[in-house]
């Protein structure tokens, strides 16, 4: 879990607008607003309401809560209730659209091999089948691994060992906690809780001392339980042959990505979130890459009440205006202009909806973090689940980088570790990584205006690699290699 509700509370020497602190916000359903009023309309309401916090984040609010302004507002107050009620599958709000199935004659190949790849099909970064505004709801694994850079996989577990893994989760849930983050003098907390798992007390010690997370020390660290530990072997498996499966079917001249690893995918850190009640979400925000590097994969697998898991792909500026150009009264005020670009982008091509069942894991694939965001967001309505009631259980296997151990990675100015990000909106340097101070943002820290270029050799390893000049630190283990 990562970055969320945003605000931008400063802006520093920074090359990209949207590099500003993300943080959760707490998410809640509320009665939807008219769809009559444009975005633009229902923005300007926000900035009205919130005027301290950043067009781009209340955007990202808005977006995420369909373009209903009383949810949005809702949730910046985090306050509001929404409704349980056994229904089977919600009926999407008369904005959205809801396919079924866009390409049922694509053939996408699984994990288990089953399907026959039709590589033409599946068409990196072609033009998405979604419109703006609207949010277009994913059903089949063949649709979501075309029109997305995630791949789904149903009843992933034998039902006995996933509900074996989600009443563990459940027990161990009474000791998540909120993260907390700095809203300028005010101190909030993330809409759902969550906790980081990892192998040994010695991992449990670098993950309370080293490892930052928000530009802070995390203290709510867990040894990983034995349910947690069995299953990473298979997500392990699987999401190795889905990565090379992605990389053989979808990746330009059937290649990795430039600073993809090209190594076996080794799970050693796991984020498990807990989502009680309908109200729960996180908002649009994509992961942090301090310890992943680029291009990171993530496996994700989804335990209890089947919640909506939103994308929405970041379109660079000119990219945007290209495909939209401003009306002609845009230009002339430059308040009314940016708001108007950064309204257009946050929902040029849609969202796409991929609902996210008991026992799935979807793939976060390569290209993911950097070039689209993703949200769990407040339902409307849940059905709850026979063992978990109304929560929901999520775990994030992750892959933490040797070569990114926090002693490697710079440090800024206040003293705290730098954090990674990557541009994304500004054309001229999407894509390119910089390390930047993440500290204004932890409770009770002052940030600093450290900025720096991050540069990686081909395989995402930082170029002027120090790890050899240093005592060979002890690496996060791999959850299978310490059963
Ligand atoms: O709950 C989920 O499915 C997503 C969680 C997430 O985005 C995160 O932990 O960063
Ligand atoms: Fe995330």
Not at 255 to 265: A, G
Not at 295 to 316: D, M, T
């Amino acid at each position: 879990m990562d970055a969320f509700v945003s605000r931008k509370k400063r802006r520093l020497s920074q090359p990209d607008q949207d590099t500003a602190h993300h943080t959760e916000i707490a998410g809640v359903s509320g009665a939807e607003a008219s769809g009559d009023e444009s975005t633009d309309i229902k923005l300007a309401i926000l900035v009205s309401l919130h005027p301290d916090i950043a067009q781009d984040d209340l955007l990202d609010i808005l977006v995420s809560c369909d373009g209903s302004i009383e949810t949005a507002s809702s949730v910046l107050s985090q306050g509001s209730s929404a409704e349980i009620v056994t229904k089977k599958r919600p009926a999407p709000s008369s904005s959205l659209g809801v396919q079924t199935s866009l390409s049922s004659h694509v053939l996408t190949k699984f994990g288990d091999g089953s399907l026959a790849p039709l590589k033409e099909s599946v068409n990196f970064k072609r033009p998405l089948p979604t419109k703006k505004g609207k949010t277009l709801h994913l059903y089949s694994p063949e649709d979501i691994a075309a029109h997305t850079p995630c791949t789904i996989l149903l009843n992933f577990l034998p039902s006995k060992e996933a509900n074996e893994l989600l009443r563990e989760l459940l027990e161990e849930s009474q000791h998540f906690s909120r993260y907390e983050f700095q809203l300028f003098n005010r101190t909030v907390q993330s809409p759902h809780t969550a906790c980081v798992y990892v192998s040994t007390p010695e991992e449990y010690r670098q993950q309370t001392s080293e490892y930052t997370y928000g530009g802070t020390y995390r203290s709510n660290v867990r040894q990983a339980t034995p349910e947690l530990r069995s299953v990473s072997r298979k997500v392990q498996r699987v999401v190795n042959e889905e990565i090379q499966n992605r990389i053989r079917n979808v990746y330009p001249d059937g290649k990795k990505l430039k600073y993809q690893s090209p190594k076996e995918w080794r799970p050693n850190a796991a984020f498990v979130n807990c989502y009680d009640g309908p109200a729960e979400s996180v908002g649009y925000h994509a992961d942090e890459l301090t310890y992943l590097g680029p291009h990171p994969v993530i496996g994700s697998l989804s335990l209890g009440v089947e919640r909506e898991f939103r994308v929405r792909r970041i379109v660079p500026r000119e990219e945007e205006e290209e495909q939209d150009p401003p009306k002609s009264n845009g230009g002339s005020d430059s308040v009314v202009k940016n708001q108007k670009n950064s309204n257009s982008r946050a929902d040029a091509q849609g969202q796409i909806s991929i609902h996210l069942p008991h026992n799935s894991l979807l793939i976060m694939h390569a290209e993911m973090q950097e070039e689209w965001k993703h949200a769990i967001v407040p339902a409307q309505t849940i059905t709850p689940h026979p063992i978990a009631g109304n929560r929901r259980i999520n775990i994030t296997y992750r892959w933490y980088r040797d070569t990114l151990h926090p002693r490697y990675t710079p440090r800024c100015r206040c003293g705290t570790h730098a954090i990674l990000r990557c541009v994304q909106q500004k054309q001229e340097n999407r894509g390119k990584y910089m390390w930047m101070c993440y500290a204004g943002f932890a409770p009770g820290k002052e940030g600093c205006s450290f900025f720096q270029w991050a540069e990686f050799d081909d395989d995402g390893n930082p170029v002027g690699d120090r790890t050899h000049d240093v005592d060979s630190a002890p690496a996060l283990s791999n959850f299978s290699a310490s059963q």
